[in-house]
């Protein structure tokens, strides 16, 4: 899809959505896929954008500071959460908050994931990260 095709088609509806949705307290927006343009969808009315960062990019590191909106990623939902470690999940965590720099994050997997796969003890070790970077 081309800029224009994006900016004449697809931005209208974004945008149309998000006034539907503006009253709400917190409004994240996920760009599904690889996302061409963050900066760009970081101007919408939104409070945070989350992305596949370590599954499709780009990395968080790219991005922080050019975002109008929260950074909300980090933690791969393809391997690293449903098939790593607590100890990995940690590291990604840790590793998402260096890239991040003093700008704002909320830790989170990158897109959906299957409850019943993902094993308890990573949702934990996000949580736990979180705290000890606290």
């Given at each position: 899809?081309?800029?224009?095709?994006?900016?004449?088609?697809?931005?209208?509806?974004d945008?149309?959505?998000?006034k539907?949705a503006?009253?709400?307290?917190?409004?994240?927006?996920?760009?599904?896929g690889?996302?061409?343009?963050?900066?760009?969808?970081?101007?919408?009315?939104?409070?945070?954008?989350?992305?596949?960062?370590?599954?499709?990019?780009?990395?968080i590191?790219?991005?922080?500071?050019k975002l109008?909106?929260?950074?909300?990623?980090g933690?791969?939902?393809?391997?690293?959460?449903?098939?790593?470690?607590?100890e990995?999940?940690?590291?990604?965590?840790?590793?998402?908050?260096?890239q991040?720099?003093d700008?704002p994050?909320?830790?989170s997997?990158?897109?959906?994931?299957?409850?019943?796969v993902?094993?308890?003890?990573?949702?934990?070790?996000?949580?736990?990260?979180v705290?000890?970077?606290?």
């Open positions: 899809m081309g800029e224009t095709t994006y900016r004449d088609l697809v931005e209208p509806t945008l149309a959505i998000l539907s503006s009253p709400a307290r917190f409004n994240i927006l996920h760009a599904c690889v996302p061409c343009d963050l900066p760009r969808l970081s101007t919408y009315p939104v409070h945070a954008i989350n992305w596949a960062d370590r599954a499709g990019g780009p990395c590191r790219e991005v922080a500071g109008d909106a929260v950074i909300c990623g933690v791969n939902n393809l391997k690293t959460l449903p098939s790593g470690t607590p990995q999940v940690k590291r990604e965590v840790r590793d998402a908050l260096a991040a720099g700008a994050m909320i830790i997997p990158g897109c959906t994931f299957d409850p019943d993902v094993p308890p003890a990573n949702l934990d070790a996000m949580i736990e990260a705290k000890a970077c606290g």
